[in-house]
């Protein structure tokens, strides 16, 4: 499904990603943890296409396509989605009018009015939505368990083949954390696979993953099964610095 | 990334509105330019009474006087004696739709307007060349009193109020423009609404120039009676011709006490268009003056729609809302003046640039003394969409009471990276992610447009806007 070889990554001349390799297959779900700085976000938004940062090794295929030849809503259309740490606010633009128009782009087939509307209401109900929250502006004067909320939202109407999400959990309390689990849980299944990027291993208590990996100063130091969580959660990462860090590794 | 296109290799910055029908006129002026004795001839064409002639030739010597403006947008291109003043298209206008000319229909065709709304919404004035064409009232409008004609016909019909109330509002001395059109008028509408009579349905005018080099000059004068309601359209579309045109009209509304006018208007001229308007309403006391403003296309558009709050209590508000993109300069705003205690107003500017593109606010409010306890608010919000591209705010106020409330507010914003981005991600193109934020920033305003004329508004944008990612 998706495959990343020895993949390095600049930002404005500065080394962030230093070689880093993952394969994650179809219907799995992969955690990866690691502490700030580690380059985690950095990998999620290479992942989707994001502008500012400059790939200058290694490759990534999605399906077997190299993604660095697709702009970010080429690989939307092929079934990848990132959902936000900072999700934009775009004032003026309704939710639900955002909705709308995402699907009809990622699908081949435009939905009629009252079938997306359906559509919308019956999301927003998995996620414990206001249906009056549709009418609001994009992001705008959203709390930030609103905005998290809003991303799984756009998870469940895309129905991706891909999900990265890119600490989604951060600064949620625990409702909101279920209610984001639940929401993720929903896709689980034998076609969607995600890649969960977390500080922390709390949401792998909702979110069981088939294989959690460290990534530490740019790259994955070890993978393991959800045990490795618990163990991390135990020991700290201070623990992975000492065993793994550049010092260890000489 | 997929290669740079430039907009000339995609063919998307042509006027997609330049279509051009064959002229053929009745009658049009024998020389380009304008002197005492091409005035005179418009007046006797149209057997118009003395006092409007008098007025015409009055008007044009302010005209001669008066210098070109050297603030706001760069007019030294403008050549006044290249420009025909007057044209009329045909010897009287149609009376139902059956009566206009198939290839009036077939412009209005390319224009979009469906037959269903042209029937549906009831008051039809259109504007093609310097003669309203078109012009159907409902019956219970007529029965109610309500005068909706082109203004010609409003000179002719109702004198002694065309009169009354012709160029008070917008002396022709005010500016040199005002002058122009104040000597050369032909067409635009002219509007009475009886006291109590609320028209429901917005009355609306296409207007089209569609003659080269020819200077469209409407006049229209609405006067809302006490306690009356009036919502009032104006849409504009020109064709793209290689010489520069010149419109410059003069709107003049008057509400009387407890009436409200809205005005909206969508202008798309041309990018050779100069568009040089003065409006200007009086609210008297506790009515209120409404105007909705979307400028986009021309080469250089100044129009500052006006509010003067003559009496107490009464309301001004102007929405605006321009896009300036390559080689085009919006310089649009609005003025409010209190002179009258417990008046309120509320200016509300969105532009856009885009490339070489620049757009102006520029404003003023002045309150007088004696007008205590009026409220003002001024709030401009300008979006670029990228790097080169300008925008300057210009609020003049001058307060001369103390117990007033102004508030100013302005914003300048960026389509960011990470918008676009984020947009993106969720399967649009860059294009239209930008459209999608930029339709949300005119949100405002367009959600005060009836729907069709919103719709019109967001496609008129996004057309603009084709071919400007690259």
């Known amino acids: ?53 400059e790939v200058t090794g290694g490759s990534v295929t999605f399906q ?83 905005k998290k909320r809003n991303e799984i939202l756009q998870m469940l109407m895309l129905e991706p083949k891909l999900a990265i999400m890119d600490e989604t959990d951060s600064g949620l309390d625990i409702d909101a954390l279920q209610v984001v689990a639940k929401g993720v849980n929903e896709l689980r299944g034998p076609d969607f696979s995600a890649v969960i990027i977390t500080h922390y291993q709390r949401i792998l208590r909702y979110i069981e993953p088939d294989h959690v990996h460290v990534m530490l100063d740019g790259r994955i130091v070890t993978s393991g099964g959800k045990d490795l969580a618990h163990e991390l959660e135990d020991k700290g990462y201070e623990w992975v610095r000492q065993e793994f860090g550049a010092g260890a590794q000489s | 990334m997929p290669e740079d296109k430039t907009i000339q290799e995609l063919g998307l910055d042509e006027y997609k ?56 947008g760069n007019l030294n291109d403008l050549d006044f004696d290249d420009i025909y003043y007057y044209i009329r298209p045909m010897e009287n206008q149609g009376r139902s739709w059956d009566d206009v000319p198939d290839d009036i229909k077939n412009t209005f065709d390319k ?151 809205r005005y909206s208007t969508i202008q798309n001229w041309s990018h050779n268009t100069y568009n040089l308007v003065t409006k200007r309403g009086a609210a008297y006391e506790n009515s209120t003056i409404e105007w909705v403003d979307g400028n986009l296309g021309s080469k250089l558009t100044m129009k500052y729609p006006a509010v003067y709050l003559l009496g107490e209590g009464a309301r001004g508000e102007i929405l605006s809302v321009a896009y300036a993109g390559d080689g085009q300069h919006q310089d649009a705003g609005g003025k409010v003046v209190h002179a009258a205690p417990n008046t309120s107003s509320l200016i509300t500017s969105k532009s856009i640039s885009r490339g070489t593109g620049r757009s102006t606010y520029r404003g003023l409010l002045k309150v007088h003394e004696g007008a205590v306890n009026s409220k003002s608010r001024v709030e401009c919000d300008a979006l670029l969409l990228d790097e080169h591209a300008r925008t300057d705010t210009y609020p003049y106020i001058e307060i001369e009471e103390k117990k007033v409330n102004t508030e100013h507010e302005a914003t300048v914003s960026k389509v960011g990276e990470d918008q676009l981005f984020y947009l993106m991600s969720r399967g649009l193109s860059e294009e239209e992610a930008m459209a999608m934020v930029v339709n949300g920033f005119i949100e405002p305003i367009a959600k005060e447009l009836p729907l069709e004329y919103a719709i019109e508004l967001n496609r008129l944008i996004q057309l603009e806007m084709e071919g400007s990612v690259g």
């Not at chain 1, 990343?4 to 990554?9: A, D, F, G």
């Not at chain 2, 549906?120 to 159907?136: N, P």
């Not at chain 2, 008028?185 to 020819?214: C, K, T």
Request: net charge negative.
């Open chain 1, 64 to 146: 077997g396509e190299d993604v660095f030849e697709l702009e970010a809503d080429e690989r939307a259309k092929l079934g990848m989605f990132l959902a936000f740490q900072y999700p934009s606010e775009v004032p003026g633009v309704s939710v639900a009018n955002f909705l709308r128009t995402a699907v009809n782009s990622v699908r081949e087939e435009e939905i009629s009015p009252m079938d997306m509307y359906r559509l919308i209401q019956d999301k927003m109900k998995i996620m414990q939505m206001d249906p009056k929250f549709a009418e609001r502006y994009l992001n705008e004067g959203f709390s930030g368990g609103e």
């Open chain 2, 17 to 72: 509105f330049g279509f051009r029908d064959p002229e053929e006129y009745f009658f049009k002026t024998p020389r380009k330019g304008i002197d005492p004795e091409i005035v005179a001839m418009i007046s006797k064409h149209k057997n118009e009474p003395e006092w409007m002639l008098e007025f015409r030739l009055k008007a044009l010597e302010s005209f001669f006087e008066k210098p070109t403006p050297q603030w706001g």
């Open chain 2, 111 to 261: 224009l979009g307007i469906p037959q269903a709304e042209r029937e549906s919404l009831a008051g039809v004035g259109a504007q093609y060349e310097s003669e309203v064409v078109y012009h159907s009232l409902k019956e219970e409008w007529e029965k109610s009193g309500v005068v909706f004609m082109d203004m010609d016909g409003g000179l002719r019909e109702h004198e002694d109020l065309v009169r009354e109330y012709f160029g008070t509002i917008i002396p022709p001395d005010d500016n040199k423009f005002a002058a122009l059109n104040s000597a050369v008028w032909s067409g635009g509408s002219f509007v009475y609404v009886p006291p109590g009579v609320h028209i429901d349905i917005p009355l609306q005018a296409y207007f089209r120039i569609n003659a080269e080099n020819m200077g469209q000059f409407e006049r229209t004068l609405i006067i809302a009676d006490e306690g009356s309601y009036v919502h009032y359209i104006e849409g504009c579309t020109a064709p793209t011709y290689t010489t520069n045109s010149l419109h410059s009209a003069v709107v003049e509304l008057i509400a009387k006490p407890n009436a409200r006018i």
């Open chain 1, 1 to 53: 499904m998706l495959k990343i070889e020895n993949l390095q990554v600049e930002i404005d001349g500065q080394e962030i990603v230093k070689g880093l390799d993952l394969e994650v297959g179809k219907g799995e779900i992969h955690a990866i943890m690691g502490p700030n700085g580690s380059g985690k976000s950095t990998l999620a938004n290479v992942l989707m296409g994001h502008p500012r940062y």
